[in-house]
């Protein structure tokens, strides 16, 4: 743009006679030197803009990595005869939900059948019937795995209140997505508190990137690269289950495929 305005003058006055030489180079060189001053200041205030924005998004970065690592989380887990808790802090809070929602999961749609919910003579029982898997069967180890998921089944139904009702209503389900979305949603009923402020922090920094940033997908990958395996599962959980809240953004569809895949157990 800026040749062909000088390219339209310089014809113009080259056409009048009464201009001379010099005196149009100089105009010339007066009306370039002018129309580069505005470009650079546009250009360097279009790269200070830009550049506030990469620093803003960076450090929202840095505001999720202090989340994370002061996340504690405490889980109730199935040790043989009895339950036993857990404390778990920063990034491996993420092996503990990625554990609670595939124990929820084990219990719905894998173990098979519906599993009442533990009591205070669960303990007793799963005692009763090792010591009868050591007399009977020689300390067998597939039924010793049976036994420990059927009692993890039961303490997952009692943590996550499933009863038979929610267990038959789960059955209806077929969509894989699905299943998970709904498992995520027993476990953010019962310790979504807890990640309030993680959860929010990842929607802000996508949504900001969405807005304010022209490479969105590289910014995102950033975003994704910094994450573990099981913060990137969790991430993706997070964004299944909110997907009318992404749906907002701009680049929704690249927000799907960066974070909306579904983990298998075996890929951990």
Not at 9 to 35: H, K, M, Q, R, T
Not at 45 to 58: D, V
Not at 67 to 88: A, C, G, P, Q
Not at 103 to 109: K, R
């Amino acid at each position: 743009m800026l040749g062909c305005a000088l390219g339209i003058i310089l014809c113009f006055l080259w056409g009048d006679n009464s201009v001379e030489i010099p005196s149009l180079c100089s105009f010339v060189i007066a009306v370039a030197s002018f129309l580069f001053s505005i470009f650079s200041l546009w250009f360097n205030h279009c790269s200070s803009k830009q550049k506030r924005y990469e620093e803003t998004f960076f450090n929202m970065l840095e505001q999720k990595r202090k989340i994370v690592e002061n996340l504690k989380m405490r889980s109730e887990e199935w040790d043989e005869i009895d339950s036993v808790y857990h404390d778990y802090n920063a990034n491996d809070c993420f092996i503990m939900i990625y554990s609670e929602v595939n124990n929820i999961y084990m219990s719905l749609f894998e173990h098979g059948k519906y599993e009442n919910q533990a009591t205070q003579n669960t303990s007793n029982e799963a005692t009763e019937e090792i010591r009868k898997n050591i007399d009977l069967h020689n300390d067998d180890e597939s039924i010793r795995k049976e036994i420990y998921e059927r009692y993890q089944c039961r303490l997952t139904n009692l943590i996550y209140d499933i009863d038979r009702t929610k267990y038959n209503n789960a059955q209806t389900v077929t969509s894989l997505e699905e299943k998970w979305k709904g498992c995520f949603g027993l476990f953010l009923k019962k310790y979504g508190w807890n990640l309030e402020f993680y959860f929010r922090q990842i929607y802000l920094s996508l949504l900001f990137a969405d807005k304010h940033l022209s490479n969105f997908n590289y910014y995102a990958d950033i975003l994704k690269s910094q994450m573990t395996a099981y913060e990137v599962n969790v991430a993706n959980y997070y964004v299944l289950t909110h997907m009318k809240l992404f749906d907002k953004l701009k680049h929704k569809g690249d927000v799907k495929k960066l974070f909306g895949s579904l983990y298998k157990s075996e890929d951990f």
